[in-house]
């Protein structure tokens, strides 16, 4: 069964439910604001433990523009098929992705799922901004090729 990847507005935690889920389900069990379903690639059942660990891997996240540039990078990586230097170095950033891609290694099939739900977190992440209009995400003539910087507070 397919899972869809839900959003609360409140408290942005992200969930993948299940459909029936979402139609009963549409306000946040933790803070009871608005759930908002995430306009993104379907996932499966079998990613819900997996969705887990990089939500929580990347819960530092919360620069609605900075998500959105990575956005554009996981979709370059998920384009180009060869995302294992990428993952690399964004378990270097986020070092609770670590032994995910650790064990992802060279597997194409691995590295696809979590760039998928990377981009499903990042397009979640992305839209959060509350003021000012939507970043364009689509154009990636500005965008580089360069691993994320990593950034010193
Ligand atoms: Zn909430």
């Known amino acids: 069964m397919s899972r869809i990847p839900t959003m609360c507005v409140g408290c942005q935690r992200l969930s ?9 389900e549409t306000v946040c069990r933790a803070c009871g604001a608005e759930l908002r379903v995430v306009p993104s690639c379907s996932h499966s059942e079998t990613d819900v433990a997996l969705f887990e660990e990089v939500v929580s891997a990347t819960a530092s996240l919360d620069d609605p523009l900075e ?3 990575l956005l554009i990078e996981v979709e370059r990586a998920l384009a180009s098929g060869s995302s294992q230097s990428f993952l690399a170095a964004l378990s270097d950033r986020w070092l609770g992705l670590t032994p995910l891609v650790t064990v992802t290694g060279g597997n194409r099939d691995a590295q696809t799922r979590i760039l998928r739900i990377l981009k499903t977190i990042l397009i979640a992440r992305a839209s959060t901004r509350r003021s ?3 970043q364009q995400v689509g154009s990636t003539d500005t965008a580089t090729t360069q691993a994320p910087a990593r950034r010193k507070a």
């Open 16 to 24: 993948l439910v299940q459909p029936t889920q979402c139609q009963t």
């Open 67 to 69: 998500a959105a540039r």
């Open 132 to 134: 000012g209009t939507m």
